[in-house]
T-cell receptor
Framework: GAVVSQHPSRVICKSGTSVKIECRSL??????MFWYRQFPKQSLMLMAT?????????EQGVEKDKFLINHASLTLSTLTVTSAHPEDSSFYIC??????????FGQGTRLTVV | KQEVTQIPAALSVPEGENLVLNCSFT??????LQWFRQDPGKGLTSLLL?????REQTSGRLNASLDKSSGRSTLYIAASQPGDSATYLC????????????FGTGTRLLVSP
């Protein structure tokens, strides 16, 4: 199956610093990627839609200045959590759709802000 | 607004049993429906994708059906194994959803040896 690679899988950072998470589609081009956040024992919450070559579209309630998204190529989208605080600690997952249909997900990134 | 519900929320069975996971959605105007499994602390693994024009898909011991008009899908797992233990999520893309997946609440499955 298609592969979406997400890096890093785990990151611990100090409060006030920024963290960048990468999401790559390894064997197909993705004009659109998605970023999700997942709280313990809950389903995925869509944060934003990443569009190649244009601005991301954020879901209601998601701070665009806190969660910066860049989709500079057809295979790479990045999510930067700026000025991270402990409440930003969570599991972040990206996805890409092959041929605009089947969705494939990255391995997820466990962010811990101390 | 599309809402997706999964029943049961949790399920515990002995190894070897056949089982059915249920997914229901409120808006039948879907583009497709996809079943995923998620292991603790991991991302999602795609299991089966059913296009809106299809009624079912099969992969190994897994069979997923879709009844779009009634807003239901089922995932059938035959001869369950301890390795099937995971959370199973269904998700739909609506016709006007711009590829956005709307996820169900998930079913946590535990298969005991």
């Amino acid at each position: 199956g298609a592969v979406v690679s997400q890096h890093p899988s785990r990151v611990i950072c100090k409060s006030g610093t920024s963290v960048k998470i990468e999401c790559r589609s390894l064997d197909f081009q993705a004009t659109t990627m998605f970023w999700y956040r997942q709280f313990p024992k809950q389903s995925l919450m869509l944060m934003a839609t990443s569009n190649e070559g244009s601005k991301a579209t954020y879901e209601q309630g998601v701070e665009k200045d806190k969660f910066l998204i860049n989709h500079a190529s057809l295979t790479l989208s990045t999510l930067t959590v700026t000025s991270a605080h402990p409440e930003d600690s969570s599991f972040y997952i990206c996805s890409a759709h092959r041929a605009a249909t089947e969705a494939f997900f990255g391995q997820g990134t466990r962010l811990t802000v101390v | 607004k599309q809402e997706v519900t999964q029943i049961p929320a949790a399920l515990s069975v002995p190894e070897g049993e056949n089982l059915v996971l249920n997914c229901s959605f409120t808006d039948s105007a879907i583009y497709n429906l996809q079943w995923f499994r998620q292991d603790p602390g991991k991302g999602l693994t795609s299991l089966l994708l059913i296009q809106s024009s299809q009624r079912e898909q099969t992969s190994g011991r897994l069979n997923a059906s879709l009844d779009k008009s009634s807003g239901r899908s089922t995932l059938y797992i035959a001869a369950s194994q301890p390795g099937d233990s995971a959370t199973y999520l269904c998700a739909v893309i609506t016709n006007t959803g711009f590829q956005k997946l709307v996820f169900g609440t998930g079913t946590r499955l535990l298969v005991s040896p």
